[in-house]
């Protein structure tokens, strides 16, 4: 038995493929409890990320997924659950999740919150580091340096304390808003990145 790694919200993505066609269905996420659930009762649950709750999937439909097995990829980061669908499988009606097909390159959606609008904002950050263009405000923190660069980080910081001692709570989420970008700018500018953080705080869990 593998261990099942979880991503950074207590989730692991899982492909569905029909067990007797070999097509790929779509694709889930489980939490322990949700793969609990399935493994005991042979029909698949996902954790629903926009309810935060378990997801019986076809509950609403009637197409529910029965369990033939269930496989780790070998980095334990993605699971295989081959499966028997009661019918078609997209909330559209299709069979499949997948049927828009990719002639181009699309259209990307940003991130709506939580963190992965992180590592998204560390990825522009990264880009004016390698490109700097000119009128870009992070390319003039990174013109002045590092030094330029902490002093901004130590004031942001100073104003989301003021800010959060007079109880503002406004005023607080925008200064940490300023405090987290200057902070993230800082790590681009010393070689460091987000994840060297995440490492640095799961080493200290007790």
């Known amino acids: 038995m593998g261990t099942m790694q979880l991503d950074d919200k207590g989730l692991t993505p899982a492909i569905c493929q029909d067990a007797n066609t070999g097509e790929v269905l779509m694709l889930g996420y489980f939490s322990p409890g949700s793969l609990k659930r399935t493994l005991e009762s042979g029909e698949v649950w996902f954790y629903s990320r926009s309810r935060s709750d378990l997801w019986h ?3 609403m439909s009637g197409n529910y997924m029965r369990v033939k097995s269930a496989s780790l990829d070998c980095d334990g980061d993605t699971l295989l659950v081959k ?3 009661d019918g078609p499988i997209c909330h559209t009606g299709a069979q499949t999740c997948f049927f828009t097909p990719m002639d181009e390159l699309p259209e990307f959606a940003p991130a ?3 963190p992965g609008v992180i ?3 560390f990825s522009v950050i990264q880009d004016r580091k390698r490109e700097m263009p000119e009128g870009s405000y992070t390319t003039e923190l ?3 340096g590092p030094e330029r660069i902490a002093q901004k980080v130590i004031e942001e910081a100073g104003e989301t304390a003021i800010a959060g001692v ?3 709570k406004a005023d ?3 200064e940490m808003a300023d405090m987290l970008y200057h902070s993230l700018v800082l790590l681009a500018a010393v070689g460091a990145a987000p994840e060297d953080v995440w490492s640095e705080l799961r080493g200290r869990r007790r």
């Open 57 to 59: 999937k076809g509950e």
């Open 83 to 85: 499966v028997v669908p």
């Open 112 to 114: 709506d919150g939580g």
């Open 119 to 121: 590592e998204e904002l």
């Open 142 to 144: 990174f013109e002045r």
């Open 166 to 168: 007079k109880g503002e």
């Open 172 to 174: 607080t989420v925008r």
